[in-house]
């Protein structure tokens, strides 16, 4: 059983910067697609991003897309979100996920097996 940890959320005001990570357990990581998804009050879980198994495929929703950097740590079996230029309507509660299946082209929630306990992004206009 894969378990997963998200930190970095916080406060932060609009245009600023935060670093989300996501810790896993497991010794199979690198064969796993991850992705990041986010959750405002009284809306669905969206997606955000998703990477391969190695890194060498990102895919972004289009309202994050030059903004956010998704990417991964095989070594350290850990993910991470860079959020750039952050807006109040990045506000959300953000979820890592992972699977197995490594070619990262997995960008519905349903998809994904397992995920982390979530972590609060506020964005202050």
């Known amino acids: 059983q894969v378990q997963l940890v998200e930190s970095g959320g916080g406060l932060v005001q609009a245009g600023g910067s935060l670093r989300l990570s996501c810790a896993a357990s497991?010794?199979?990581?690198?064969?796993?697609?991850m992705g990041w998804f986010r959750q405002a009050p009284g809306k669905e879980r969206e997606f955000v991003a998703t990477i391969s198994g190695s890194g060498s495929y990102s895919y972004y929703a289009d309202s994050v897309k030059g903004r956010f950097t998704i990417s991964r740590d095989n070594a350290k079996n850990t993910m991470f979100l860079q959020m750039n230029s952050l807006k109040s309507e990045d506000t959300a509660v953000y979820y890592c996920?992972?699977?197995?299946?490594?070619?990262?082209?997995?960008?519905?929630?349903?998809?994904?097996?397992?995920w982390g306990q979530g972590t609060q992004v506020t964005v202050s206009s």
């Open positions: 497991g010794r199979t990581f690198s064969s796993n697609a």
């Open positions: 996920a992972g699977r197995a299946g490594s070619s990262g082209r997995y960008y519905q929630k349903d998809e994904y097996n397992y």
